[in-house]
T-cell receptor, first 111, second 113 residues
Framework: RKEVEQDPGPFNVPEGATVAFNCTYS??????FFWYRQDCRKEPKLLMS???SGNEDGRFTAQLNRASQYISLLIRDSKLSDSATYLC????????????FGTGTRLQVTL | DAGVTQSPTHLIKTRGQQVTLRCSPK?????VSWYQQALGQGPQFIFQ???????QRGNFPDRFSGHQFPNYSSELNVNALLLGDSALYLC????????????FGPGTRLTVL
């Protein structure tokens, strides 16, 4: 079983739609959680950290459910510029800044 | 303030050859991590360096080795290249123990023929 699992998509949504991505992780010792965004043939960039209480950054909302070992990302009012691959990332306790990535979920926002 | 830089941007090698990739961290960062990203996959952790020593290692064979220099820059060496080593190699720099400060370079795309 993979340490971090994501639906690879693609998710094709029209502009203005709301879209949600899910991610599950297998190791209960995971301590930190992030969403990264990766544009085609570019490097990953940190989108947002994910906190137990849930957190929001503009149109983006991230949620963490430690009991179910589940992370989500909600994007409201999708823009064409949101088209990218969204990578779910966890850090295991005691592994400092070693990032463990999911395979990513591809989002395509269309007119 | 320059971000993370990597060289070269692209590289083509043949099976059995050796390759060296280079990374300069973001100013002020002391930790460098290397990742391999195969097509359609998420990045996979190779190893991490700080204070010029390898501190953590992922599930990669000994053909993958590295080095960190006193100025915090780093090299990734891969010996006896295989076709399966074709991938995007990403360098990430951070402050020691601070994952939320981790920034990635643009990567080196390695093709092994």
């Amino acid at each position: 079983r993979k340490e971090v699992e994501q639906d690879p998509g693609p998710f094709n949504v029209p502009e203005g739609a709301t879209v949600a991505f899910n991610c599950t992780y297998s190791n209960s010792a995971s301590q930190s959680f992030f969403w990264y965004r990766q544009d085609c043939r570019k490097e990953p960039k940190l989108l947002m950290s994910v906190y137990s209480s849930g957190n929001e950054d503009g149109r983006f909302t991230a949620q963490l459910n430690r009991a179910s070992q589940y992370i989500s990302l909600l994007i409201r009012d999708s823009k064409l510029s949101d088209s990218a691959t969204y990578l779910c990332v966890v850090i295991l306790t005691g592994t400092a800044s070693k990032l463990t990535f999911g395979t990513g979920t591809r989002l395509q926002v269309t007119l | 303030d320059a971000g993370v830089t990597q060289s070269p941007t692209h590289l083509i090698k043949t099976r059995g050859q050796q390759v060296t990739l280079r990374c300069s961290p973001k100013s002020g960062h002391d930790t460098v991590s290397w990742y391999q990203q195969a097509l359609g996959q998420g990045p996979q952790f190779i190893f991490q360096y700080y204070e010029e020593e390898e501190r953590q290692r992922g599930n990669f064979p000994d053909r993958f080795s590295g080095h960190q220099f006193p100025n915090y820059s780093s090299e990734l060496n891969v010996n006896a290249l295989l076709l399966g080593d074709s991938a995007l190699y990403l360098c990430a720099s951070s402050l020691r123990g601070r994952a939320d400060t981790q920034y990635f370079g643009p990567g080196t795309r390695l093709t092994v023929l």
